[in-house]
């Protein structure tokens, strides 16, 4: 099951600069879609998500983008902190309560200070 | 702030026993789901729960799988006779408004 696809495993940045992250999905069914943030040992953290009725969608350091055409999303966090470090996960869903979420590989962020 | 909690943390079995993963949803949820993560693996969903009966299930959850809502705040997801494959992180989320999931810390099951 490839419908959502973070094609780069790891990812380093130095703190204060940006972290992009990127996520491609195959079904054009998804019109909603989310980022969490993971730790060793803990549950999924919901950070962000953006509906396909938008491009961008910004909640302080955290933002978003969409790309419907392209079927890509990508989270930009400005300025990246050491408290950043960790798995962040790419979801995408039906906007609909109850719908299943259908996670990526996830990018393991480190951010250097 | 409210959250989703899961016990317990760790659960050691042996293949063939049946266990219980319990799961505290946030008060006013109304949807609930299970997820698990086998080591280096997505997260995959498992299913979906809403009004007393399963939305949806995915293939994985076979007739081994059950869930149940026994009273007004725990949630479970039975496995009736553990595989060595079911060894893995077992999350439990749900989810209220609008539609972003919330999960639990997980439960780490370890079938020898």
């Known amino acids: 099951d490839q419908q959502v696809k973070q094609n780069s495993p790891s990812l380093s940045v130095q703190e204060g600069r940006i972290s992009i992250l990127n996520c491609d999905y195959t079904?054009?069914?998804?019109?909603?879609f989310l980022w969490y943030k993971k730790y060793p040992a803990e549950g999924p953290t919901f950070l962000i998500s953006?509906?396909?009725?938008?491009d961008k969608n910004e909640d302080g350091r955290f933002t978003v983008f969409l790309n419907k055409s392209a079927k890509h999303l990508s989270l930009h966090i400005v300025p990246s902190q050491p408290g950043d470090s960790a798995v962040y996960f790419c979801?995408?869903?039906?906007?609909?309560?109850?719908?299943?979420?259908?996670f990526g590989a996830g990018t393991i962020l480190r951010v250097k200070s | 702030e409210p959250e989703v909690t899961q016990t317990p943390s760790h659960q050691v079995t042996q293949m063939g026993q049946e266990v219980i993963l319990r799961c505290v949803p946030i008060?006013?949820?109304?949807?609930f789901y299970w997820y698990r993560q086998i080591l280096g693996q997505k997260v995959e969903f498992l299913v979906s729960?809403?009004?007393?009966?399963?939305?949806?299930k995915s293939e994985i959850f076979d007739d081994q799988f059950s869930v149940e809502r026994p009273d007004g705040s725990n949630f479970t997801l039975k496995i009736r006779s553990t595989k060595l494959e079911d060894s893995a992180m077992y999350f439990c989320?749900?989810?209220?408004?609008?539609?972003?999931?919330?999960f639990g810390p997980g439960t780490r099951l370890t079938v020898t």
């Open positions: 008060s006013n949820h109304l949807y």
């Open positions: 989320a749900s989810t209220g408004a609008p539609y972003e999931q919330y």
């Open positions: 953006i509906s396909s009725i938008k």
């Open positions: 979801a995408a869903s039906l906007m609909e309560y109850g719908n299943k979420l259908v």
């Open positions: 079904n054009s069914m998804f019109d909603y």
């Open positions: 729960f809403y009004n007393n009966e399963i939305s949806e």
